[in-house]
């Protein structure tokens, strides 16, 4: 019996502690084995070369195709807490008029600015309903003949021409 509950209690331990394990995940552009980063030589590599070469870009701004961004984000979360992101790294190829790369430029996590987001709500007409007005709001209702846009007898109104 006393070994039962040992092997009870252990069993119990492993699975509370394996929520606090830390998980690390990486989003965006994975760079390649045998890949240094992105780079780009300006003046010689194009935007096809950049596309042989690394794919498709995360970003690409609709309204002017002169600047790519491949974004890459490395984040460690732990059981329910929020995820924190431990590194950013953003490339942005720049082109010119002739679809040249004309520079690149790399940003990190501590280029970045953390926005404060507003958490207030817009208020609008209308009555706002409890959680059980909601669930129980449509209880007991008795529903309504269809009636089309003539009224009853109208087209699409019950006795109606359909």
Request: glycine share 16%; hydrophobic share 35%.
């Amino acid at each position: 019996m006393r070994m039962k509950r040992v092997i009870v209690s252990a069993a119990l331990a492993a699975v509370v502690l394996s929520g606090c394990v830390s998980t690390r995940s990486q989003h965006g552009y994975v760079v390649e084995l045998g890949e240094s980063g992105l780079n780009a030589i300006p003046g010689v590599d194009s935007r096809e070369s950049i596309i042989a070469r690394f794919g498709e870009p995360s970003v690409r701004p609709p309204l002017h195709d002169d600047v790519w961004y491949y974004i890459t984000q490395n984040n460690n979360s732990r059981a329910f807490f929020r995820s924190q992101v431990y590194d950013r790294r953003v490339v942005a190829f720049r082109f010119d008029g002739g679809g040249m790369v004309e520079g690149v430029d790399t940003l990190t996590l501590a280029d970045g600015t953390n926005i404060d987001i507003v958490s207030r709500t817009t208020r609008t007409r209308g009555k706002e309903l409890s959680f059980f007005e909601q669930l129980l709001g449509g209880v007991g209702q008795v529903g309504l003949p269809q009636q089309g846009p003539g009224g009853p007898g109208g087209p699409g109104g019950p006795g109606g021409p359909r």
